[in-house]
């Protein structure tokens, strides 16, 4: 006999959700100042996108794993809880460690290990909400979440403002050292990371495995295929599939080294061959052995994608890679666009760029206080036009800093911004967790960021080319070509089944 999960309490999801603020802590410091830290040890502007790619690459490998093992997990924790901890452990070291980087590949390896634990606390996160909201309850629980995701980010944001204007520490240091004001910015968004986790961790609690497979949701769909299950695929079937990724990694790569494409573009390649290579040894695992190892599970895990994920994936895709676009050139183009300037030594550039910080926390802002009433909305259109129209709204935000009369017109540009923020954090997940089956949560929703990662290593591959090819290294028509992105994400809404 199956029954449905209880509802929780608003302070219970409160309380399940908080350790969201302590990771977006760490995901703005991350992104409002790393491209600052690596401009000040030396980085060109064309350099700083594949300064950002080791992070994404881990994440592909980071994310789906951590989710499949914690699908699998249970100790006196529970079951996302072991990874919430060892992620906030992880990160708020290197919250401590990125600022005192001495060289600028120090501060990219540090980028690196700071984006992985970021992502081994986050990804159970999401998982989190699935297994222990009722499905009427999921759109609230990802609400929450988007909620302490823009409050968290406004005054991480905030931060190095608030150190120079209001406690006067410096923001300004010799060439080639971080200054006073963003060091102490990431030894504070150490401690709130680890202090918002443990919060969760000791203020929430988790169903067992035999509670969760006890609940009407995700056990009909594991038995009945439901809408995630693609039936038919063999172990012939995923040998041929990695077959085909191989030739294609060939095909790239033969074609890359022989065209004047970026280098940057071998990612792709490599990144097929290695999907190829992944694929063909389960293929060979499941038929030789005719067992379902982890690998094999995954990988066939991957062919079962739910019809809604692999809609929402294009969505994603272009939606992220406008926020890349954002993240990545923010600081460069407001500050030579706006302030007209590109010495990073400068009190001008300082002040650009602790205004674009600011600007990023209001962006997040917006999306807090618009996040609980995107389902309000929802319920009188629908989820998928609701998204359609923050996406949108967000787009339009980007472009217009190209035509902004001044610096301080960037708060109109970021409020679009942040109404598609509050929705690109919750809307998506509360269409896709529906279809997902309950023993695969955590894996799904890693495969689903995918979709957050890819955008990122493709932004990393050609926006530094097309600043430096295309827009004679003006920072500000990247921006524009992450807002034309985005309004094409919010068009592609219109396919998504929900």
């Not at 449905?4 to 999801?13: G, H």
């Not at 499941?286 to 994920?309: C, I, Q, W, Y």
Request: charged content about 10%; hydrophobic content about 50%.
């Amino acid at each position: 006999m199956t029954k449905e999960k209880p509802a929780l309490s608003f302070w219970q999801i409160w309380n399940m959700s908080f350790g969201f603020i302590g990771i977006q802590f760490g995901f703005a410091l991350q992104n409002s100042n790393v491209s600052r830290i690596f401009e000040t040890l030396g980085a060109e502007i064309d350099d700083i996108p594949i300064l950002w790619v080791a992070a994404p690459l881990t994440g592909l490998i980071v994310q789906p794993v951590i989710g499949y093992f914690s699908d699998r997990t249970w100790n006196f924790l529970g079951r996302r809880r072991p990874y919430f901890l060892a992620g906030a452990i992880l990160a708020s070291l290197s919250l401590i460690v990125m600022p005192n980087s001495p060289s600028l590949w120090f501060a990219a390896g540090m980028l690196w290990i700071l984006d992985a634990s970021i992502n081994i606390a986050m990804e159970p996160f999401r998982a989190f909400v699935g297994d222990n909201l009722p499905a009427r309850q999921r759109t609230t629980g990802f609400a929450m979440q988007s909620f302490f995701i823009g409050t968290g980010a406004v005054i991480a944001s905030s931060l190095p403002y608030i150190f120079t204007n209001w406690l006067g520490i410096s923001n300004q240091a010799a060439d080639g050292v971080i200054p006073d004001s963003v060091k102490w910015s990431f030894y504070v968004g150490g401690v709130v990371f680890f202090a918002s986790v443990i919060w969760t961790i000791v203020r929430s609690k988790e169903y067992s495995p035999v509670e969760l497979a006890a609940f009407s949701e995700g056990i009909e769909k594991q038995e009945s295929g439901g809408t995630h299950t693609r039936d038919g695929h063999t172990a012939v079937d995923t040998f041929r599939s990695g077959v085909i990724f191989i030739v294609l990694g060939l095909i790239l790569t033969i074609w890359f080294g022989l065209s004047t494409f970026p280098k940057e573009l071998f990612l792709f390649s490599s990144g097929a061959l290695v999907a190829g290579i992944l694929f063909v040894t389960a293929g060979l695992m499941k038929k030789m052995t005719g067992k379902s190892s982890g690998l094999v599970n995954m990988v066939e895990d991957l062919h079962r994608m739910p019809t809604a994920m692999r809609q929402l994936a294009v969505v994603q895709f272009f939606s992220w890679f406008a926020l890349f676009s954002m993240w990545i050139y923010a600081t460069a183009a407001v500050t030579s666009h706006l302030y007209h300037t590109s010495d990073t030594t400068s009190k001008l550039y300082n002040d650009g760029a602790d205004w674009v910080s600011l600007c990023m926390g209001l962006y997040n802002g917006v999306a807090a206080l618009v996040a609980f009433g995107l389902p309000v909305l929802a319920r009188y259109t629908s989820r998928r036009d609701t998204h359609m129209i923050a996406l949108i709204l967000g787009g339009l935000g980007l472009i217009s800093v190209y035509f902004l009369p001044g610096p301080e017109w960037l708060v109109v540009s970021m409020i679009g911004v942040g109404i598609a923020w509050a929705s690109i954090l919750s809307v998506p997940y509360a269409m896709l967790v529906g279809s997902l089956p309950a023993q695969k949560m955590g894996f799904y929703m890693g495969v689903f960021n995918f979709f957050i990662v890819i955008p990122q290593i493709v932004a990393a591959a050609i926006l530094g080319f097309m600043v430096k090819a295309l827009f004679d290294g003006s920072a500000i028509y990247a921006l524009m070509v992450g807002g034309v992105s985005m309004i094409l994400a919010g068009l592609l809404c219109r396919r998504v089944e929900d």
